[in-house]
């Protein structure tokens, strides 16, 4: 067996329905809605752990937020992976997409010795798709991007990745260590195991680290390291619907449809 080491990013999202703008500061608020882990990084995990059971190896979680989001961390244990890695500070609160990233990069560089990241495509609560990409470029590493399928050479240290494109598809090979998004619903995610949910939920199987841990700049975290303002909030108008009320035979009704295709067309 191998010592393929990959890591999977999952971040904590409110559930979509549940969340609102905040006003004043033009930020997601939170309170009062239900958490749930980003249902693409649960693509993300399927296919990291489909890799664990091919080629052997070991299958990290990192994430970052608040100490409480730490119960939804173990499902992804209760799944298969190893180890869950948080990195929680309030000096990392506020961050865009890039104080993100980098604050990721400085966890991952920590665990040291990794040979894949794996990433959902996108976040629920921000569909910026930057974050993979973003990582990639912090650790200069190479990038698989939107790949629906996905394996690895440990020996001849490559990742081969298939993704959809218009008219067929494409296969891609890079060098580990790398990168890699991963399309949403690319895969069905397992559920989890109940038989080592105790083994998940016990003491030990997280680790949380703060901005001291990772030797973090300031001013590359939090607010301060994100350039990204938010300057307004428009809400999209809607459009009615005509509610069109066929009326009389079917056959009379198939003609008013078609007349009202025809004029629609």
Same mark, same amino acid.
Request: with cysteine; charged share 25%; net charge negative.
């Given at each position: 067996?191998?010592?393929?080491?990959?890591?999977?990013?999952?971040?904590?999202?409110?559930?979509?329905?549940?969340?609102?703008?905040?006003?004043?500061?033009?930020?997601?608020?939170?309170?009062?809605?239900?958490?749930?882990?980003?249902?693409?990084?649960?693509?993300?995990?399927?296919?990291?752990?489909?890799?664990?059971?091919?080629?052997?190896?070991?299958?990290?979680?990192?994430?970052?937020?608040?100490?409480?989001?730490?119960?939804?961390?173990?499902? $992804?244990? +209760?799944? =298969?992976?190893?180890? %869950?890695?948080?990195?929680? &500070?309030? *000096?990392?609160?506020?961050?865009?997409?890039?104080?993100?990233?980098?604050?990721?990069?400085?966890?991952?560089?920590?665990?040291?010795?990794?040979?894949?990241?794996?990433?959902?495509?996108?976040?629920?609560?921000?569909?910026?798709?930057?974050?993979?990409?973003?990582?990639?470029?912090?650790?200069?590493?190479?990038?698989?991007?939107?790949?629906?399928?996905?394996?690895?050479?440990?020996?001849?240290?490559?990742?081969?990745?298939?993704?959809?494109?218009?008219?067929?598809?494409?296969?891609?090979?890079?060098?580990?260590?790398?990168?890699?998004?991963?399309?949403?619903?690319?895969?069905?995610?397992?559920?989890?195991?109940?038989?080592?949910?105790?083994? $998940?939920? +016990?003491? =030990?199987?997280?680790? %949380?680290?703060?901005?001291? &841990?990772? *030797?973090?700049?300031?001013?590359?975290?939090?607010?301060?390291?994100?350039?990204?303002?938010?300057?307004?909030?428009?809400?999209?108008?809607?459009?009615?619907?005509?509610?069109?009320?066929?009326?009389?035979?079917?056959?009379?009704?198939?003609?008013?449809?078609?007349?009202?295709?025809?004029?629609?067309?």
């Amino acid at each position: 067996m191998s010592n393929l080491h990959t890591v999977v990013c999952v971040k904590i999202v409110p559930k979509p329905e549940e969340v609102s703008v905040a006003p004043e500061t033009l930020r997601l608020d939170r309170a009062g809605a239900r958490s749930e882990i980003n249902p693409p990084d649960m693509n993300a995990m399927e296919l990291a752990l489909s890799l664990k059971e091919r080629h052997g190896g070991r299958v990290s979680i990192i994430s970052m937020g608040p100490p409480f989001f730490t119960p939804l961390l173990r499902v $992804a244990l +209760a799944m =298969g992976a190893d180890h %869950v890695y948080l990195l929680s &500070d309030r *000096a990392f609160g506020g961050a865009d997409t890039l104080a993100t990233t980098y604050t990721l990069a400085k966890g991952i560089e920590k665990l040291g010795a990794v040979d894949l990241i794996i990433c959902g495509e996108e976040s629920s609560d921000g569909a910026t798709g930057q974050v993979p990409p973003g990582l990639a470029e912090w650790l200069e590493w190479a990038q698989l991007t939107m790949v629906n399928s996905l394996d690895v050479d440990v020996e001849q240290r490559q990742a081969r990745g298939r993704r959809e494109i218009p008219g067929g598809h494409e296969i891609l090979e890079v060098p580990l260590p790398a990168v890699v998004s991963v399309q949403t619903a690319s895969n069905e995610p397992r559920f989890m195991d109940y038989k080592i949910k105790p083994w $998940a939920f +016990a003491e =030990g199987r997280v680790t %949380v680290w703060n901005q001291a &841990d990772l *030797a973090a700049e300031a001013e590359y975290i939090g607010t301060p390291g994100s350039p990204t303002i938010v300057s307004g909030l428009d809400e999209a108008a809607s459009r009615e619907r005509k509610r069109i009320i066929l009326e009389g035979s079917v056959s009379e009704q198939v003609e008013q449809l078609v007349a009202v295709m025809e004029q629609a067309g």
